[in-house]
């Protein structure tokens, strides 16, 4: 079965103070790894998708990139405005449905 | 743009009621999905409708989860009768033909005391 964890569970963060959150999976073919910002109270807002190991992809002070078994979300400079959830999401190869598979994700808070 | 838009936001009910909670998908995307976060646990997937038709219903927990999609627009999810343990956020999310970029709503609090 498909395995999303995301570490830590928990990044408390000054603002400015750079970091990275992980995403290891296990899946056995990868169609799409997905990165997901969530606030309280709200559904998943869409980040990123990447798609193969050595791909990277950047929005404003967030970098994901991936590897063949994990994925890392960098935060360059944070604000207390990236506080949130982080959630991480894969997608598995085979089968013709595009079901998401999804880690329990990292809450992120940044401090003035 | 109009995103994903679910309804109720909370839902308040008794165990053994029965609780419908509808989902109205961004325009002109053809799939739907309902997933579900349980208190400390990750979100799961539920189920995926291409259309009206239901592509995958292997997360649906048992037979008293009942989803639709009537003409390929708006769906709903049925729980009948609820018990504790269906309490949890429902999301539903869309994603046009052909892509698999699922964009969320902003969930159902579902409460079942």
């Known amino acids: 079965e498909d395995q999303v964890t995301q570490s830590p569970e928990a990044l408390r963060l000054q603002e400015g103070e750079s970091s990275s959150l992980n995403c290891s999976y296990t899946?056995?073919?990868?169609?799409?790894l997905f990165w997901y910002r969530q606030d309280p109270g709200k559904g998943p807002e869409f980040l990123f998708t990447?798609?193969?190991a050595g791909e990277e992809k950047e929005k404003e002070r967030l970098k994901a990139t991936l590897t063949k078994k994990e994925s890392f979300l960098h935060i360059t400079a944070p604000k207390p405005e990236d506080s949130a959830t982080y959630l991480c999401?894969?997608?598995?190869?085979?089968?013709?449905?595009?079901?998401?598979?999804f880690g329990k994700g990292t809450l992120l808070t940044v401090n003035p | 743009e109009a995103g994903v838009t679910q309804f109720p936001s909370h839902s308040v009910i008794e165990k053994g009621q029965t609780v419908t909670l509808r989902c109205d998908p961004i325009?002109?995307?053809?799939?739907l999905y309902w997933y579900r976060r349980v208190m400390g646990k990750e979100i799961k997937f539920l189920l995926h409708?291409?259309?009206?038709?239901?592509?995958?219903e292997s997360g649906m927990p048992n037979n008293r989860f009942l989803a639709e999609r009537t003409g390929g627009t708006y769906s709903t999810l049925k729980v009948q009768p609820a018990e504790l343990e269906d309490s949890g956020v429902y999301f539903c999310a869309s994603s046009p033909a052909g892509t698999g970029l699922a964009f969320f709503g902003q969930g159902t609090r579902l409460t079942v005391v």
């Open positions: 409708f291409v259309k009206e038709s239901k592509q995958d």
């Open positions: 899946v056995s073919g990868l169609r799409g």
């Open positions: 999401a894969v997608r598995e190869t085979g089968g013709s449905n595009y079901k998401l598979t």
């Open positions: 990447l798609y193969s």
């Open positions: 325009s002109g995307h053809d799939n």
